[in-house]
């Protein structure tokens, strides 16, 4: 089991966005680690993701962007969170449906890349190195 620790206070949108992903997954050992092995990093590194010492950006927060089927977006990480741990995050200002249909476990490329304006150029290809 992987126990993953979290400040008290929640230290951005992207962190807060990122324990519910992980939390309602099927099998939450399973998707930390998944999400770890398709961004090349490790679960230490998503423990400091979520205690607010380490903020992804660039390569990184894309990649978390695209193992999570569009859940968890670069612009999260500079956005405040609006509530503790045990809420729900709330819609984005701009959002009106971008977490993928019931049972599609993550989103194609084309549905990421019109939720990030277009710039899927900016997504490292699967299994790419993605700087820490």
């Known amino acids: 089991m ?3 620790r979290v400040p008290l206070a929640v230290p951005n949108d992207g962190a807060h966005r990122l324990a ?6 099927p099998a939450p050992d399973e998707a930390i680690e998944d999400l770890a092995a398709g961004t090349l990093t490790s679960v230490a590194m998503f423990d400091r993701v979520l205690s607010g010492e ?3 950006a660039g390569g990184f927060a894309a990649a978390i962007a695209r193992e999570t089927g569009g859940a968890i977006l670069p612009s999260d990480w500079n956005r405040a969170a609006t509530g503790l741990w045990g809420d729900r995050p709330k819609p984005r200002p701009f959002e009106t449906n971008t977490r993928p249909p019931s ?3 993550k989103m194609d490329r084309a549905r990421l890349a019109e939720i990030m ?3 899927a ?3 490292p290809a699967k299994g790419a190195a993605v700087p820490a």
Not at 20 to 25: K, Q
């Open 20 to 25: 519910w992903f992980v939390a309602e997954a």
């Open 103 to 105: 049972g599609q476990k």
């Open 54 to 56: 380490v903020v992804p």
């Open 2 to 4: 992987t126990k993953m």
């Open 117 to 119: 304006g277009g710039r």
């Open 121 to 123: 150029s900016m997504l």
